[in-house]
């Protein structure tokens, strides 16, 4: 592994493993820098690959799930896009032994998920979104065909659990319509925000509010709030 805020011999060989081979070395190395090393880091790349992750993600799912609902969809773009899967794709990379970091600073798990992002902002800026897709559609396959192998609630509760936050709570907060036909509205709380879902039975209102709170996230994560 190349020392702290070194590169090393190992560029070469990471720009492989990630799919694309810089034109411009300066651009990578930009996206390979935390503040802690020097003032030009990597965030301003990591604001725009976040984005344009989102992008390449959604476009894939709409194109290969046509008949997923939104609640699939979003379930998918939340797995695909949350910090834990970023830092599967820089393991993968082997981001972490050529990220520039300051003295002491260690290479920690957000710091691999920004970078990554930040690598894929690089790719945008200099060959755009077709470029950007060729890299993000091969690293993120697993996750992209089997996130939805869980649903709402489940894949809340991983968010929650992921961030030693406390776990959702559900609430039946309405009741209405005839007996055979109840329509149940559900509210759920967490630290990480609340929604409401409606459904015939708890457990599917419980399920359409997990849904709606996982789409809001989906919103924050675009806006560079990670979960």
């Given amino acids: ?3 702290k805020g070194s590169v090393g011999g190992g560029l070469a060989e990471f720009q492989q493993r990630v799919g694309y081979v810089f034109a411009d070395e300066a651009q990578l190395l930009r996206a390979l820098t935390h503040s802690s090393f020097a003032a030009e880091s990597y965030e301003r790349l990591e604001f725009l690959g976040d984005r344009v992750l989102g992008l390449v993600v959604a476009e894939w ?3 290969n799930f046509s008949e997923a609902d939104e609640g699939e ?3 998918r ?3 695909a896009v949350r910090q834990s899967a970023l ?3 820089g393991k993968k990379w082997g981001i972490g032994a050529v990220m520039r970091v300051g003295p002491g600073e260690a290479v920690k798990e957000s710091v691999l998920a920004d970078g990554v992002e930040a690598v894929l902002g690089a ?3 200099e060959s755009g979104l077709a470029a950007v897709r060729a890299v993000v559609i091969p690293a993120w396959q697993d996750v992209l065909t089997v996130a939805d ?3 709402g609630r489940s894949l809340l509760q991983e968010l929650l659990q992921g961030q030693k936050l406390a776990l959702a709570d559900y609430k039946v907060v309405e009741a ?3 007996d055979h036909a109840k329509v149940f509205t559900v509210m759920v709380k967490c630290a990480l925000g609340e929604a409401s879902g409606q459904g015939g039975s708890k457990q599917l209102a419980s399920a359409a509010a997990a849904d709606a709170l996982l789409a809001k996230l989906v919103g924050k994560m675009t806006k560079n709030e990670k979960v």
């Fill in 73 to 75: 969809l979003t379930r």
């Fill in 61 to 63: 799912l709409l194109q």
């Fill in 176 to 178: 209405s319509g005839p």
């Fill in 87 to 89: 830092v599967e794709v």
């Fill in 123 to 125: 790719v945008w800026l």
């Fill in 77 to 79: 773009l939340t797995a």
């Fill in 149 to 151: 192998s869980k649903d």
């Fill in 1 to 3: 592994m190349a020392p």
